[in-house]
């Protein structure tokens, strides 16, 4: 089964790694170099490109943990570069205006941080760090927007997101296989993250655990299920014990939100194994919790009630993200036209607040650096993919997708490419393979004068 050597594949890069810890650059060259190799030689005709980014996409924080990148931006820069060459094969859709000018909307803010930010800052760094991801966002949206991909080859893009996170997952078990190696810290569990930032490894094993739902109603092989079921389990517990509840929060709204759109679209008859299969995930998501909980000596309970270690409740349980998005909100204020300019945001909450902090939400990060412009900005980013989704409802990720990408940037901003990604693979116009000519015909029909690819 190729499923089964994939994962023995990723399986033994993880034990690779964690023998050789300098295994991890040799994997991002091959990675690199293989997708690369196949993309050019098949001039991007089965969506190497899209492929390939989804698979760096999944993998960037595991090199980034794993000190693999030449730089920290490498893996963002990465998907640009791929959906750049599988656009320049394959074009887009007359009708990604709003994405280009979502591109553009971006550059006045480089003007104005050059004029505003002090002599100390690092200008280049400062600029590459804050918009890294939203141009990774428009250039996922100009490959994908309006365009056609069939089922079959939009589930290999849903394999190269997963794949990734399971070989990072498998690394952890071996870092840290139990709990009693490190203390158990309820602001962000580094002892279970190999010492990396729970943030962002909730975040992609969130993440994971969605993409293992979803395989799990959409795959029709009972052994796969069973072996899904299991990786969930694992996954589950190690987006758990990071203690960061962003990621698992946003992985349940994810979840809810496709099985939803996805038994609305059933058969009668699918409706029934649909329901059963979701009361036995109901089943598995409670043991992750009780395995977790005891894993973890009731701290768990704690974290997510937003208490302390005591069990006191804490006055802040955002963890100070609330003031950063409200000292954001009032550089917006007082430079409503401009913005402050891209990058300046860490240099105002010095001013402000007197800590050195990058911000946690990008939402107010666009509104307070960019101004007016900030704002259609974020009108073109949430209105763009509603209109579209009126006129195709076929794509029942969608809702579960944009739900991941408007939450993530709301608690991490745009740290990794994986919600920039995601983004993107809302709008895709996935085609059922066996009703092929009947659904072009139809979407042919619906947008004349488009391109879809």
């Not at 994971?208 to 109603?217: D, P």
């Not at 409670?286 to 069990?311: C, H, K, M, P, V």
């Not at 809702?399 to 709008?427: C, D, E, K, Q």
Request: glycine fraction near 8%; aromatic fraction near 16%.
């Amino acid at each position: 089964m190729e499923y089964v050597k994939l994962l023995l594949l990723h399986l033994g890069i993880a034990i690779a790694i964690y023998l050789f810890k300098g295994a991890s650059f040799f994997y991002f060259l091959g990675v690199f170099g293989y997708f690369l190799f196949i993309t050019l030689q098949n001039r991007n005709r089965n969506n190497e490109a899209l492929m390939a980014a989804a698979y760096i996409a999944g993998v960037e924080v595991f090199w980034r943990q794993t000190e693999a990148l030449f730089f920290y931006e490498t893996g963002k820069y990465a998907v640009i570069l791929f959906l750049l060459i599988g656009m320049f094969f394959k074009g887009t859709s007359s009708k990604t205006v709003p994405f280009w000018t979502y591109l553009l909307i971006l550059i006045p803010g480089i003007v104005v941080a050059s004029i505003t930010m002090s002599y100390e800052a690092e200008f280049r760094k400062s600029i590459a760090f804050n918009l890294a991801g939203p141009v990774c966002l428009g250039v996922s949206a100009l490959y994908c927007y309006y365009k056609k991909i069939q089922k079959k080859d939009f589930e290999k893009v849903i394999l190269m997101l997963l794949l990734p996170l399971l070989s990072q997952m498998f690394y952890l078990y071996l870092y840290t296989p139990t709990l009693h190696e490190g203390i158990v810290s309820l602001s962000g569990n580094y002892a279970a993250t190999g010492g990396y930032g729970p943030n962002q490894i909730s975040t992609v094993f969130g993440f994971g655990t969605f993409l293992l739902v979803t395989r799990i109603f959409t795959l029709k092989s009972k052994t796969i299920n069973l072996l899904d079921t299991i990786l969930l389990l694992m996954i589950g517990y190690r987006a758990l014990v990071t203690f960061s509840r962003g990621g698992v929060f946003t992985a349940l709204v994810c979840v809810l939100a496709f099985i939803l759109l996805f038994y609305y679209k059933q058969s009668s008859r699918e409706k029934g194994k649909i329901r059963f299969k979701t009361i036995l995930l109901g089943l598995s998501f409670l043991a992750i919790w009780f395995i977790t909980s005891t894993q973890t000596f009731g701290l768990l309970e704690n974290r997510y009630e937003g208490r302390d270690a005591a069990g006191n409740l804490k006055e802040d349980i955002t963890t100070g993200r609330v003031e950063l998005v409200k000292t954001e909100l009032y550089g917006f204020y007082k430079n409503p036209v401009t913005g402050i300019g891209v990058g300046k945001g860490i240099e105002f909450r010095e001013e402000n607040l007197g800590v050195e902090i990058a911000t946690h939400n990008e939402i107010s990060r666009l509104l307070s650096e960019h101004g007016l412009l900030g704002v259609v900005a974020i009108l073109i980013l949430i209105f763009v993919p509603i209109i579209f989704w009126t006129k195709f409802r076929n794509n029942y990720y969608f809702l579960a997708f944009l739900a991941f990408w408007f939450l993530t940037i709301n608690h991490s901003a745009m740290r990794i490419a994986l919600p920039a990604f995601v983004y993107g693979l809302a709008l895709l116009y996935i085609v059922e393979d066996k009703k092929r000519p009947g659904k072009i015909k139809s979407i042919e029909a619906k947008t004349a004068g488009t391109v879809i690819e």
